[in-house]
């Protein structure tokens, strides 16, 4: 039997998406309507953004411990989480999580190297693009990056937490991203990741500059291969 995956959810259109991912791609893996056994908990988005507002990771990595623990007991064998910015509490409670986890960013990284990009742009929140959690991973894989300034980053922002995660999408935002994106290309980067969970919902390589790492769907696949692999290697 495939692995059952828990997810840690966050904010509830990227963690939609990743679900979405999960059991439409199953079949490809799997057979006709079959996926892996999924559940997903999630903690207010109120709550998160408080601790995120103060600058509280310990807090952040209570709630995701929190949703980790509620998995375990329900029958998870690992965990993933749709949400990039989180991933900067993940160290602080790893040593007392129930289970391991795939990490989004070491996803992201291992797909960019195998694609030979070289010099990756980096788009999220204001705190994921502050925070060291794609370049440590990137720099593992010999990745160079490349982060928006200032003014993108509070636009960027912006737009994520106004408008994305409350299923607002608009021609505006796409246009702001395309405009970054190019400058992005300008600057040396030969591919951009879309690090914020919600982004590919606006973004894809259809109407980017650049070829686009979609962390969402990226770790989603991630997920079913772990789920499948021991039903691979019983086989």
Known sequence: MPQHIGIVACSAEGAALCYRTICTEG??????????????HTHSLGD?????????????????????EKLARIGADFLICPDNTIHKALPLIMERSPL????????VASEGAER?????????TRWLV???????????RGLDHLRPNAGERREIN?????????GVFTPQAISYFQEMMRRMQGEGCDAVILGCTEIPLIMNDANSPLPTLDSTRLLAQAALRRAVEPASLAA
């Open 27 to 40: 079949p490809a893996l799997l057979g006709p309507f079959a996926h892996p056994e999924v559940s997903m």
């Open 48 to 68: 998160y953004v408080e601790c995120l507002e103060r600058d509280d990771w310990q807090g952040v990595g209570e709630l995701m411990l929190s949703s980790a």
């Open 100 to 107: 391991p986890w795939l990490h989004i960013a070491e996803v």
């Open 116 to 124: 030979g990009f070289k010099r990756l742009g980096i788009t999220g």
């Open 130 to 140: 502050d925070s060291e959690v794609y370049p440590e991973k990137l720099a593992a």
């Open 158 to 166: 912006r737009i994520i937490m106004e408008e994305l995660t409350h």
